[in-house]
């Protein structure tokens, strides 16, 4: 929107910004839930997950429209702009994994993907940690929950590949699924990986090797795409 693209302080954009969120959580104006009251919250939103930490101040009020939002897009909005904006001392962690947690129920499943995704993009110990704990439940969603961010790439690749050693069969499987979704970089876990290959259990060892088909592949087409550039 227009707010984009005045030329003030970075204080005064994410004020203006903030308030346009603050008064849809409120419900005010009357016209906060029309369709162009939630389009200029979309925009008020994304404006401030575009500006990164610097917008640490507007955690509160995106955990405020992430929990109790008045349409499913405007939540999920707020929950990505949560991750872009970062860290800021964890102070949007415990929101994230409150709904990350809600994987499990049909409806809140969407929102609780972007959630899983934000906590990659917050990068903290504790937000990879949590992230990592709901990948080893079995919260595995296509190639979706790839981590794209190699700066936060060695803790969650540790983690998954200790819990290939897990003495929990699910939690084992799990792990190579979710390092299969790493792609190239789950190429550090092959040769663990490998090893899981030869696990009595039958589970166990075709979620190996399907994870190392997807690693292998991942590296093949990367390999391709270098070439043909």
Request: charge should be negative; include cysteine; proline fraction near 2%.
């Amino acid at each position: 929107g227009a707010l984009g693209t005045i030329a003030t302080r970075d204080e005064e954009r994410i004020e203006a910004w903030t308030k346009i969120v603050a008064d849809a959580v409120q419900g005010v104006p009357q016209d906060a839930t029309s369709h162009y009251g939630l389009e200029a919250t979309r925009v008020a939103v994304w404006n401030l997950g575009s500006m990164g930490s610097a917008a640490c101040a507007a955690v509160p009020i995106l955990e405020a429209l992430a929990l109790s939002g008045r349409d499913s897009w405007s939540r999920i909005a707020a929950v990505a702009a949560l991750g872009q904006v970062g860290a800021c001392g964890d102070r949007a962690t415990p929101t994230l994994i409150h709904l990350a947690a809600k994987w499990t129920r049909k409806a809140d499943y969407d929102l609780a993907t972007y959630a899983l995704s934000a906590l990659r993009d917050v990068g903290t110990d504790t937000a990879i940690e949590a992230r990592v704990s709901f990948l080893l439940a079995g919260f595995l969603h296509g190639r979706d929950y790839i981590l794209r961010n190699a700066e936060h790439m060695p803790l969650e690749l540790d983690m998954l590949t200790d819990a290939l050693s897990s003495d929990d069969l699910s939690v084992r499987c799990n792990a190579a699924t979710a390092l299969g979704g790493l792609g190239a970089h789950g190429a550090p876990a092959l040769f663990a990986l490998e090893t899981a290959t030869g696990h009595d259990d039958e589970a166990m060892r075709e979620a190996a090797e399907i994870a190392i088909d997807r690693i292998r592949d991942d590296i093949r087409q990367q390999q391709e795409r270098s070439r043909d550039e």
